[in-house]
């Protein structure tokens, strides 16, 4: 999330070792995907099960007592959901733990409840299994979501090529400081439209901001990418009252819960002329032989873009 | 568990509740065994698979200051593994999401990540992905964990018949106050051993107490149960330096994580004459008809057994 980037550094390093420290504990014919994408994928009954978990936290994801128990409950499912939509994979089941802060009123916790169920129900994800517990700590709720490719190929973070057009769904910025951030919809069905129309070779769900989720892709694929300043879908309220530009809310703020996909130019050409989904796609850039961001400005002048939000230079 | 069990009763108020709200949400084609027992039973690619999540909080479940973030980690992969192997399933991934408080230390959550992944690699069960995430609360993690029947059909809660012998395996109380709470084997080796040699008919670990989840198994089946006081296997430390009844503590104190089974009685003549594993397996009492749990003592006295833990009568 953009408002606390130096702990998600934090984390991401942590993450990183993490991920190397797996190495050696997977059997890669029943894991074809370990940690480090959306999903891990694991083999079922001869079927890829797309496996993710995600934690909503009161204070760090959501202001619990200013935006509502139910639009947490809704928040932590919608979250959770927006991985299996990364992987382009349906929804099949999920199981969610919550920590209750001691006191919580049963009230506030059926409100969660309520909202969790509006978003399980929109998206064919039951919860199946949970666990409650009583916390001294903040409002707490780890969300799995299982999924199943039914039909198309789950899509990793690790496929993009150079040469590659960079899209996105939807637009970015200020989803924080309004109420896009608990509102939006996991983009499971555009997820599913758009890959069953195209090849996508990499996509990611971008909830850290547009630029650190496509560094995610980058780093995972090998690659570099050029993102066209005045390409970026940005969001109407992108800048949200703030004195800021409202691109650089657009690439930095995260929070968005929109896909960022690659795909070969002519695929990408014809998902433009012909949409497959009702929510807008826009080019946004070109994958490039490297490493990192560059940010394409008027008149062709480049600046590094960097992967925790861009400071408009001079 | 019994530390809490104040708040323990009130998570199962909610608990309660939620299981019924979640009734009209399940496919029982998709989902044989929804909330309510120690894992969810959900069907992918034609297979069965199980899924539980249980999460480990900071100064609920553990005390991480007195007993070690690789203490931690140990017992939070441990837990989850229990519900596994209350259904005599066999362990295939897990996930996690890891919260840490503010300002933790890189080494602590490297500790963590070993004391997982001791576990893991003891009981085959990869952690394929995960979240961490900075919080203002206590240390906590929730770990999903994924398992198969491979052959053995999962044993629920609900199956207990009247007339079924009762049995358990290892010893019981003390647990919280002693290390054995962060060093317990989740009994998936022996879970299988016995499902494989006896039609169970009804499974639980017991981690709130033994009186607590021999309960859970009543209420789910329909039925009550006479526990004998003399054949309870109390550990040897199960009262643990305090001034109580170690059979109240072996009935009420909870974190055995051992394994509470019903049986037919000739096939718990069987198990007992030619036990299946080497850890012990005790036949503490029978079911019956009606609702509730009988201590039966010397003499046959009896005595109503609550399910919070039992208070040595007059």
């Known amino acids: ?6 702990e998600t550094m934090r984390e991401n390093d942590f993450i990183e070792w993490l991920r190397e420290a797996a190495g050696g504990e997977l059997d890669a014919g029943l894991v074809p995907v370990g940690p480090g994408d959306d999903c891990a994928v694991v083999l079922v009954g001869g079927e890829r099960l797309c496996v993710s ?9 959501v202001e619990a007592a200013r935006d509502g128990a139910e639009a947490f409950g809704r928040k ?16 099949l089941a999920a199981v969610a733990s919550l920590a209750l802060p001691r006191g919580f009123s049963r009230d506030d916790a059926e409100a ?35 999924g199943r490719p039914d039909g198309i190929e789950p899509v990793l973070r690790a496929g993009a090529r150079v040469g590659d057009a960079i899209c996105a769904t939807g637009a ?40 650190m989720d496509l560094s995610r892709v980058c780093r995972a694929s090998g690659v570099g990418a050029e993102v066209d300043a005045a390409a970026v879908p940005v969001a109407p309220d992108a800048a949200a009252g703030r004195a800021i530009d409202p691109l650089a809310a657009a690439l930095g703020d995260g929070e968005d819960y929109e896909l960022l ?5 002519e695929a990408c050409e014809a998902l433009l002329a012909d949409p497959p989904c009702a ?36």
């Open 1 to 6: 999330m953009g408002r606390c980037a130096a």
């Open 53 to 61: 978990v995600d934690q909503l936290i009161d204070g760090v994801h």
């Open 172 to 211: 970015f910025g200020g989803a924080w400081l309004t109420a896009r951030h608990l509102q939006f919809a996991p983009r499971i069905a555009e997820a599913r439209a758009i890959a069953s129309r195209a090849a996508l070779h990499a996509m990611i769900d971008a909830s850290d901001g547009l630029a």
């Open 112 to 146: 969660i409840h309520r909202g969790r169920r509006a978003v399980s129900d929109a998206f064919g994800c039951p919860v199946v299994g949970g666990d409650v517990a009583a916390t001294d700590g903040p409002l707490a709720c780890s969300v799995t979501v299982l």
């Open 76 to 91: 932590a499912m919608a979250r959770a959901l927006s991985d299996v939509a990364a992987m382009a994979a349906a929804p």
């Open 261 to 265: 996909f690659t795909v070969a130019p």
């Open 279 to 314: 929510v807008a796609i826009t080019r946004i850039g070109r994958i490039v032989a490297g490493a990192g961001l560059t940010l394409v400005g008027a008149g062709g002048r480049r600046e590094p873009l960097a992967p925790t939000g861009w400071e408009h230079g001079t």
